[in-house]
């Protein structure tokens, strides 16, 4: 169940702990009443939107100075719920911060719910849901290249290729209900077919994206495996470009497994170093090992290495479709060859920049040459029905096409929000931060 629109909401919008400025934001029909009540300066109830005024932070009943602060205001429409709002600038101190939002708790204020002021910006028609969920995007990007895909998401790019989807599959659908409501009007038929393949190719370079906007924005695990001494610790340590796991000439040095993070093509990755896959009687090597194979099979993408200067080992088990061959140490004379293999040196660097190109490659696919990418799962399971759902309107004679188009422009229509229900609004909004 959605929270009340109607009361005035209050909440810390910095992050919890200690900084130089801290955020008080307060959103609702007595959003300038309530900041009157506590503020020292200027009259919040008549300062224009979009002024910052210099004043103090009072308790009311014992006029206690609480902090210096700035007062910002904005009025409805023209702000980000699009209610009467308020921001109060305060130190960033946790004492301040809980001292500022119990005054206003006590003014009738509530505490606001995790998203509820983004949740009130797109009950108020501010922004359509798929903004919404770029909003929690930028809120988690890890990269840069995460913030820019939130952004294009919220400055509405996914929302107008859905909406141009729509509007041709509507276009269709209009004029195969005036091909079957007067047929003896002599209305021109419709290539309807190659509408719909075109509409379901849209969808599908789309839906490309889904599982590269997953990585880009939530990271991805990236497992690197192979015999003992195949230099896997020291491949970890050439993408790190810094010392981080041990190295030796010993073989079983790495017994556990050692985890890293680190960006590549844009994509944050925790990298694991595995330990070295052979038969041992040691019981602590051999659950290592077992623990490094358990570990390719769950990871995005594994990194399978094999010493080129050394006779090649039998090749274990693992997910080969999402597993790049690498053949390490050649810098040193070598004694096979393969070109399904990346040859690698950690020593020299070489290769090293054509394996990054080969990790973005099988991590982004070919969603990296697209513009626009999903950003949620709903958005990817909303895209998928609309599709199935053309895919049978295709098949349908004309009589029937026209209810399966209907059907995917109603799905289509719930990226923006429209027909979506509360339970599902709600599921969304929760994962937003308390003050967002």
Same mark, same amino acid.
């Given at each position: 169940?959605?929270?009340?629109?109607?009361?005035?909401?209050?909440?810390?919008?910095?992050?919890?702990?200690?900084?130089?400025?801290?955020?008080?934001?307060?959103?609702?029909?007595?959003?300038?009443?309530?900041?009157?009540?506590?503020?020292?300066?200027?009259?919040?109830?008549?300062?224009?939107?979009?002024?910052?005024?210099?004043?103090?932070?009072?308790?009311?009943?014992?006029?206690?100075?609480?902090?210096?602060?700035?007062?910002?205001?904005?009025?409805?429409?023209?702000?980000?719920?699009?209610?009467?709002?308020?921001?109060?600038?305060?130190?960033?101190?946790?004492?301040?911060?809980?001292?500022?939002?119990?005054?206003?708790?006590?003014?009738?204020?509530?505490?606001?719910?995790?998203?509820?002021?983004?949740?009130?910006?797109?009950?108020?028609?501010?922004?359509?849901?798929?903004?919404?969920?770029?909003?929690?995007?930028?809120?988690?990007?890890?990269?840069? #290249?995460?913030?820019?895909? @939130? !952004? +294009? $998401?919220?400055? &509405?790019? %996914?929302? *107008?290729?859905?909406?141009?989807?729509?509007? /041709?599959?509507?276009?269709?659908?209009?004029?195969?209900?005036?091909?079957?409501?007067?047929?003896?009007?002599?209305?021109?038929?419709?290539?309807?077919?190659?509408?719909?393949?075109?509409?379901?190719?849209?969808?599908?370079?789309?839906?490309?994206?889904?599982?590269?906007?997953?990585?880009?924005?939530?990271?991805?695990?990236?497992?690197?495996?192979?015999?003992?001494?195949?230099?896997? #610790?020291?491949?970890?340590? @050439? !993408? +790190? $470009?810094?010392? &981080?796991? %041990?190295? *030796?000439?010993?073989?079983?040095?790495?017994? /556990?497994?050692?985890?890293?993070?680190?960006?590549?093509?844009?994509?944050?990755?925790?990298?694991?170093?595995?330990?070295?896959?052979?038969?041992?009687?040691?019981?602590?090597?051999?659950?290592?090992?077992?623990?490094?194979?358990?570990?390719?099979?769950?990871?995005?993408?594994?990194?399978?290495?094999?010493?080129?200067?050394?006779?090649?080992?039998?090749?274990?088990?693992?997910?080969? #479709?999402?597993?790049?061959?690498?053949?390490?140490?050649?810098?040193?004379?070598?004694?096979?060859?393969?070109?399904?293999?990346?040859?690698?040196?950690?020593?020299?660097?070489?290769?090293?920049?054509?394996?990054?190109?080969?990790?973005?490659?099988?991590?982004?696919?070919?969603?990296?040459?697209?513009?626009?990418?999903?950003?949620?799962?709903?958005?990817?399971?909303?895209?998928?029905?609309?599709?199935?759902?053309?895919?049978?309107?295709?098949?349908?004679?004309?009589?029937?096409?026209?209810?399966?188009?209907?059907?995917?422009?109603?799905?289509?229509?719930?990226?923006?929000?429209?027909?979506?229900?509360?339970?599902?609004?709600?599921?969304?909004?929760?994962?937003?931060?308390?003050?967002?």
């Amino acid at each position: 169940m959605l929270p009340s629109r109607h009361d005035t909401i209050a909440a810390v919008a910095t992050p919890a702990g200690s900084g130089g400025i801290g955020v008080v934001r307060v959103s609702g029909p007595r959003a300038l009443a309530v900041c009157k009540a506590i503020w020292q300066g200027h009259d919040p109830q008549n300062s224009p939107g979009g002024r910052f005024w210099h004043g103090f932070v009072r308790d009311p009943v014992s006029g206690e100075l609480i902090d210096e602060a700035l007062l910002l205001v904005f009025r409805a429409p023209r702000s980000y719920t699009g209610e009467d709002a308020v921001e109060l600038q305060t130190h960033g101190s946790a004492a301040v911060l809980r001292r500022v939002l119990q005054l206003l708790l006590d003014q009738g204020c509530r505490v606001a719910a995790p998203g509820e002021f983004t949740l009130r910006a797109f009950l108020n028609g501010r922004i359509d849901l798929a903004q919404a969920e770029s909003v929690l995007a930028l809120v988690e990007a890890q990269s840069d #290249s995460a913030r820019r895909q @939130a !952004l +294009l $998401g919220l400055n &509405r790019r %996914l929302s *107008a290729e859905i909406a141009s989807i729509n509007d /041709d599959l509507l276009g269709l659908l209009s004029h195969i209900q005036a091909l079957l409501d007067y047929p003896e009007e002599g209305v021109e038929p419709h290539s309807a077919h190659s509408l719909i393949d075109r509409a379901i190719t849209r969808l599908e370079n789309l839906l490309a994206t889904a599982s590269a906007g997953r990585k880009l924005l939530q990271g991805a695990r990236l497992a690197i495996i192979g015999a003992p001494n195949a230099g896997k #610790s020291s491949l970890l340590n @050439a !993408l +790190l $470009g810094y010392r &981080r796991a %041990l190295v *030796a000439n010993e073989p079983g040095t790495t017994r /556990d497994y050692l985890e890293a993070p680190l960006e590549i093509g844009g994509v944050p990755l925790l990298a694991v170093d595995t330990a070295g896959i052979r038969q041992s009687e040691d019981p602590v090597e051999a659950a290592g090992v077992e623990n490094a194979i358990a570990i390719a099979a769950a990871a995005d993408l594994v990194l399978y290495l094999v010493d080129s200067s050394s006779p090649r080992p039998p090749e274990p088990d693992l997910p080969w #479709s999402r597993t790049v061959r690498i053949a390490s140490k050649c810098d040193l004379p070598a004694v096979w060859s393969d070109e399904r293999f990346l040859a690698v040196s950690s020593v020299s660097g070489a290769g090293l920049n054509e394996l990054r190109e080969a990790i973005k490659s099988k991590l982004l696919g070919g969603a990296d040459s697209k513009e626009v990418w999903l950003v949620s799962e709903r958005q990817a399971e909303t895209l998928r029905e609309a599709r199935d759902l053309l895919r049978e309107a295709r098949k349908a004679p004309e009589d029937l096409m026209g209810m399966g188009i209907e059907a995917a422009t109603r799905a289509l229509a719930q990226v923006s929000g429209e027909n979506v229900d509360e339970e599902t609004i709600a599921r969304i909004f929760s994962n937003f931060c308390v003050g967002k």
